[in-house]
T-cell receptor, first 115, second 111 residues
């Protein structure tokens, strides 16, 4: 079946603008994660959704970042008033959500550049 | 101490060589372990899970040492296409199913 998809693949924006990044997880996966990766760096956890539970927002770097997941499927990550330090690749992953931290499958990412 | 630690490398090996990476983790109660592969400017992709009894997938062998809290990845008969960054991944205990990703070990296989 189809893997995780993300859009747009690339986004260039001006400092101060808002951006929305979209993730469509693997069908049937109940867990969805957002990460970001700066050039040459490791993955930074942002937020996690599991079914209908309240999301784990512990990784969001500031209140300019928010995310929602509608209908338990598609998720949108919103960054308000973007800053240059927000430039990174934003990766979405999904997993089947069973207990024990099962493997996550990643989308191709959205490369965000803030000018 | 970091939750997951890896030698960043790079490991430079010739084609056909055998190479091994280790990764240490800090939480002795961790239960799930994985190796991911990440090519330059691409997303991480699951390479293999790591089971307590060790597991093998073709040229790749993964092992877990709980006593010393490390996992290893052995690659035999290296191919040019094995050049990538290998991420060690361990589950983070708690109420949520989070995985902690190491920063990766870079492998360069040369002709």
């Amino acid at each position: 079946g189809a893997g995780v998809s993300q859009s747009p693949s690339n986004k260039v924006t001006e400092k101060g603008k808002d951006v929305e990044l979209r993730c469509d997880p693997i069908s049937g996966h109940t867990a969805l994660y957002w990460y970001r990766q700066s050039l040459g760096q490791g993955l930074e956890f942002l937020i996690y959704f599991q079914g209908n539970s309240a999301p784990d927002k512990s990784g969001l770097p500031s209140d300019r970042f928010s995310a929602e997941r509608t209908g338990g499927s598609v998720s949108t990550l919103t960054i308000q008033r973007t800053q240059q330090e927000d430039s990174a690749v934003y990766l979405c992953a999904s997993s089947s959500g069973l207990a024990g931290g099962l493997a996550q499958f990643f989308g191709p990412g959205t490369r965000l550049t803030v000018l | 101490r970091k939750e997951v630690e890896q030698d960043p490398g790079p490991f430079n090996v010739p084609e056909g060589a055998t190479v091994a990476f280790n990764c240490t983790y800090s939480n002795s109660a961790s239960q799930s372990f994985f190796w991911y592969r990440q090519d330059c400017r691409k997303e991480p992709k699951l390479l293999m899970s790591v089971y307590s009894s060790g597991n093998e997938d073709g040229r790749f062998t993964a092992q877990l040492n709980r006593a010393s809290q490390y996992i290893s990845l052995l690659i035999r008969d290296s191919k040019l296409s094995d050049s990538a960054t290998y991420l060690c991944v361990v589950n983070k205990l708690g109420g949520f199913q989070k995985l902690v990703f190491g920063t990766g070990t870079r492998l360069l296989v040369s002709p």
